[in-house]
């Protein structure tokens, strides 16, 4: 977890540093922890599934690498106070060797469709009502992009981003 949060790759177009000790992973991952336990939510490991090609004793699949083994990225949901009301921050992070290969695509879709993450599935309030956010730098292309076709879309531009970083922007997923 330290090494994808230690990446430089990882925070390329992010406003985020990355972290530069095993202390600060410690303080974010008992951040992590608490809000497993409070909520019962938060975030998720991605690691790759050995494909069914590799299962069947076969070759990949023409054109294709797979994906590296071990900690891929991390996405969730966890609970956060706006002024406005209720909300539930979106988290993706990934490794570079996973970028661009519908990783967090996947496994964030995965997220905001089970009912007690995201309550997207069924009726829409496994997340007790709550707004689904996303917060990421203006200049975070991939971010932007992921956002998007998770079915994020701007939020009005007199809203206050969370944080007060310059720079970020607001997303809010439609329907929430």
């Known amino acids: 977890m330290l090494a994808l949060h230690a990446d430089p790759g990882a925070f390329a177009e992010d406003l985020t540093e990355p972290l530069s000790d095993r202390a600060q992973m410690r303080w974010v991952l008992g951040r992590w922890r608490e809000s497993w336990a409070e909520h019962g939510l938060g975030y998720l490991s ?16 023409p ?25 539930l921050s979106a988290y993706w992070r990934l490794s570079p060797a996973a970028t661009g290969r519908g990783v967090a695509t996947e496994a964030m879709r995965a997220v905001l469709a089970h009912p007690q993450l995201g309550g997207r599935d069924g009726d829409g309030d496994g997340d007790g009502g709550a707004e689904i956010i996303a917060v990421t730098a203006l200049a975070n292309r991939a971010s ?7 079915g ?22 439609a329907g929430s």
Request: without cysteine.
């Open 46 to 61: 991605i690691r790759a599934h050995r494909p069914a090609h590799e299962i069947a004793g076969d070759g990949p699949p």
């Open 63 to 87: 054109g294709s690498a797979p994906l590296p083994q071990g900690l891929l990225g991390v996405v969730g949901l966890t609970p956060l106070t706006t002024a406005d009301r209720p909300a």
């Open 144 to 150: 932007l992009a992921l956002a998007l076709r998770l």
């Open 152 to 173: 994020f879309v701007p939020a009005p531009p007199e809203r206050p981003v969370p944080g007060g970083r310059g720079g970020d922007v607001l997303l809010v997923l």
